[in-house]
């Protein structure tokens, strides 16, 4: 099955950018979607089809693809940034959704 | 505006079956555009599918599961139920159902979520 790899925590000043990368076989050839999760909450997507946001997302939240590596770019961070990000992708082998292991953004 | 509510027992005994239910409103089950899926987290790890459902019927596991899950729908009380048997310690998680416009596709919904702990 395909394995999503996220690095376990990633920590950016306010105001600063954070990179949240999602490694893969090739995912620059699939579609990537990304998640947020605060304490005690569900998650919400926040990022879908690598660069798309739902309506009432920020612009600071943005994503991009290519090889074998997906980021997560969040600009001008905030405090209220700090929670867990999850990567997604579809598994073509079986259509079956797969998620990354989560990171952990920590705002200093 | 659609809602999804999970609800269900928090306490499990081993060997026993889980039952969840997730009840939709501001929408019906029976329509073609969503795909009701469920999803679990393990206390302070990460996401799980489990599976989904579509109005047609059919159904897609996650293989580690597939043979104890049953996903179903009830049309008349627009709910999605979950059932997992032969629950251990392992099956202790939050459990949340989401929807999806396609197969495999990202979750746009969540629930709120629903804690289940399997201890005797």
């Known amino acids: 099955s395909y394995v999503l790899t996220q690095p376990p925590s990633v920590s950016v000043a306010p105001g600063q950018t954070a990179r949240i990368t999602c490694g893969g076989n090739?995912?620059?050839?699939?579609?990537v979607h990304w998640y947020q999760q605060k304490p005690g909450q569900a998650p919400v997507l926040v990022v879908y089809?690598?660069?798309d946001r739902p309506s009432g997302i920020p612009e600071r939240f943005s994503g991009s693809n290519s090889g074998n590596t997906a980021t997560l770019t969040i600009s001008r961070v905030e405090a209220g940034d700090e929670a867990d990000y999850y990567c997604?992708?579809?598994?073509?082998?079986?259509?079956?959704?797969?998620f990354g292991g989560g990171t952990k953004l920590t705002v200093l | 505006q659609l809602q999804l509510q999970e609800s269900g027992p928090g306490l499990v005994k081993p060997s026993e079956t889980l039952s969840l239910t997730c009840t939709v409103s501001?929408?019906?089950?029976?329509?073609?555009?969503?795909?009701w899926g469920w999803i679990r987290q393990p206390p302070g790890k990460g996401l799980d599918w489990i599976g989904i459902?579509?109005?047609?019927?059919?159904?897609s596991y996650n293989p580690s599961l597939k043979s104890r899950v049953t996903i179903s729908v009830d049309t008349s009380k627009n709910q999605i139920s979950l059932k997992l048997s032969s629950v251990t310690a392992a099956d202790t998680a939050v459990y949340y159902c989401?929807?999806?416009?396609?197969?495999?596709?990202?979750?746009?919904?969540w629930g709120r979520g629903t804690p289940v702990t399997v201890s005797s």
């Open positions: 089809d690598e660069s």
């Open positions: 989401a929807i999806s416009s396609s197969l495999g596709g990202y979750f746009d919904l």
């Open positions: 090739n995912i620059g050839s699939k579609s």
């Open positions: 501001g929408g019906s089950i029976n329509s073609n555009t969503y795909y």
């Open positions: 459902f579509y109005y047609n019927g059919s159904t």
């Open positions: 997604q992708v579809c598994d073509s082998s079986s259509d079956h959704p797969v």
